[in-house]
């Protein structure tokens, strides 16, 4: 019988842009190159021992993804990986087509992209909201109590010569703020939109920068550095504390809440499979969350498959849960 989980189960500024997308190139380049997606072979088919697990395209997803494949090959399943996919408007698609099976998300976020009218905010109320929204072809492990939010960055500097602590202080400035987030940024409901609609902070066209490494290192550079006076990036990067960024308050809850989840393509779906993403959604809290972001995106630069492996064998996971 399958167990029963809560109520998620089953469930110049131009230049830089071209830069940015010269370093996630070089990245990609660097990990065997071109589109995951592509050339890739078939999908997992109908064994349901076999899984494919994807990843978006940046480092805490992809080591996220890379827990889940270690910690179900250690319980029988043949795992394969595609990482680095991109966005949730390529990994989605992805899913319901069978080019992956499992990928790792976040709640509030996940929530919008499925239903743009969503309002929810709160993890029990994104929690409640999430199933209707997954319709047939998609559900969802339980959540981790492992949370990593969107949130607006400036410098310490920023914040201190114009006494920055929430995002509304930064509206009357609109007009001098230069914003780093990906491109879907400047279009989703939580995005631009969100911040003008709930803090008045109206950012143009001309002074938005898309950066398309998911507030790694490219978006950190650009902020650190003046070329963006404000960015988007989440709140477990080790980069806010190393550099002495400052995360504007939120107390309008623009950002809803991001509890870590697997999502499962339904066909591919088992007891067998919740049960071993569980045992790790139990064990990933955001403290976790954020060393494991430290050691791969900080100055050790531990590779995610390493990282994860690690952190599988820590938690004891590296052994069959049942």
Sequence with gaps: MRTTHSPVSRRSRRSLAVVAGVVAAAALA???????????????????????????????????????????RANG????????????????PALRDGSIDVVPDYTGNLLRYLDPSATAT??????????????????????????????VVVTRETAERWNLTTIADLAPHSDDVTFGAPAEFAERPVGLP?????????????????????????TVEALRSGQVLAANI????????????VVLEDPENNFPAQNVIPVI??????????????????????????????????????????????????????????
């Design 30 to 72: 660097a990990c065997g190159g071109g589109d995951p997606l592509t050339g890739g072979g078939e999908g997992s088919g109908d064994d349901a021992n076999a899984v494919i697990v994807g990843s978006a395209n940046f480092p805490e997803s992809e080591t996220v993804a890379n827990i889940y494949a270690e910690a179900l």
């Design 77 to 92: 399943f043949d795992v394969t990986t595609r990482l680095n996919i991109g966005s949730r408007e390529a990994y989605v």
């Design 122 to 151: 709160a993890a029990t109320d994104v929690d409640a909201a999430l199933p209707a929204a997954l319709g047939d072809e998609l559900v969802t492990a339980a959540p981790a109590p492992a949370e990593n939010k969107d949130a």
């Design 194 to 218: 969100g911040l003008e609609e709930k803090y008045g902070l109206v950012v143009s066209p001309d002074n938005f920068v898309p950066i398309g490494d998911g507030g790694g290192p490219a």
């Design 234 to 245: 989440f709140t477990t990067s080790p980069a806010i504390a190393a550099n002495d960024f």
């Design 265 to 322: 393509r339904a066909a591919k779906d088992s007891d067998e499979l919740e049960e071993v993403l569980d045992a790790v959604s139990a064990k990933l809290t955001t403290e976790e969350l954020t060393e494991l972001g430290d050691e791969v995106s900080g100055d050790a630069k531990v590779e995610p498959e390493a990282a994860a492996r690690q952190w599988v064998a820590d938690q004891g996971l590296d052994q069959p849960v049942s």
